[in-house]
């Protein structure tokens, strides 16, 4: 009885295309969290994420026989059609984005934050969550693959230079700017969460 | 450690345990004196633990994704073994196979029209309409066989063992000259496949000005002039003979 879990998978590839469903299914098991989170983060929505993951395994089914293992692994070969799946669908989108929050709205947010001692965790986290994902999309596309491969989805400098095509230098220069331009989009946000920690006497004063 | 060193180690730093233990040391030393790195530090640290909650509250895929897909799955092995044929499913294929065929059947084409287009050059054309006007014009005549002579013959050795052998056995090829007899002028080049074996002589009248572009005709009276064509094997005009 053949071990699944051992096989490569080059091999499970082409054990699908052959027909056999156990193989397809270990093979989606493995690639569908990383294919789910990357169209995630990119998309910053969960219907377009899952719309984009099944569009690279159908693709992938039609496409598969010109996968080549000298090319990069099964993996990355996926992510080249998530990518472009990607790209598709912000272009779809384009036209109904919403337009970036003006710095008095994060202003006012931090103020909400500050009287908000009471509200749950929970609902702060979302706060920072939606806030940091914003941020995230309004990065231009060069800063904001690095930044989804390397801290959101926790690919090593290599694996998303592979990915991306480019050199592991410019992976760690272009993260390094991207965290840069982060930290002045969230610095009101910042700035509330200092204020919060030194309580309520210390915006009185 | 500078101040330059630590925002080249930013990365590492903000991905705690990354920095190599020997740089650890020095990078808390230079941040416990330099107010301006630490900070820089402490913003980064705090990106880093944003980036982990969002990261840690991303959604995970439904279970309707998952049926979606097997579904697909089964659907594409459903239809590849109903089809008919492979290569019917890829309409590519097909579409080569019809350009290759037409290809092939272009080129059959134009090797058995090959001794006809010969006549279809703009002169023999002048040559058929001619004689298809004139009731005069004689037919055509079987002139018998006229041998093409060699002036030289090819030195044949079936290996040459040398470079020199062959460069003489090339030098005298060049030199092997395949003529018509002597009033026949050459119309196309003569070589021993096309001019050593038997040839057809037909007479024609020609057009006055086309004889004349010949060079070698002196006008009569009258637009034609009667002419002698050699034509090869291959069904094509070696020579040709003016009557003066």
Redesign the interface.
Known sequence: MDNLALSTEADLLTRSLAGDERAFVALYERLKSGIFRYAFYMTSSRTAAEEVTQEVFVTLLQEGHNYRASRGNVAAFAFGIARNFVRRIERRERPYQSLPLPDSSLESLSASLVSADDLPGQMIRDEVFARVQAAIASLPDHYRQPVVLCDLCELSYEEAASRLGCAVGTIRSRLNRAHSLLAQKLEPLRRSADVRSTGTEGCLI | MTCQEVAMR??EI?REGSLPATERESVAAHLSACVKCHALVE??R???N??K???A??????E???V???A???Q??SDR?NAPRRMFARPWILAWSGVAMAGVLLAVGFLAMRPHKTVATPASRTVQQTVAESPATPETVHAGTIRATQSAKVPHTSKPRHRVARAEQSRAAAEVVHSLPDDFRRLMYCDELSCAQDMDMIHIQLPTAFALRSGRFVPQSGGLVNADVLVGPDGIARGIRFEQ
Do not use: K
């Not at chain 2, 509250?57 to 439904?62: I, Q, R």
């Open positions: 930013l990365n903000e913003e980064r705090e990106l880093a944003s980036l909650l969002v990261r509250s991303a959604p995970f895929a439904s309707q994704l998952d979606r897909v097997l697909d799955y089964r594409f092995i073994r």
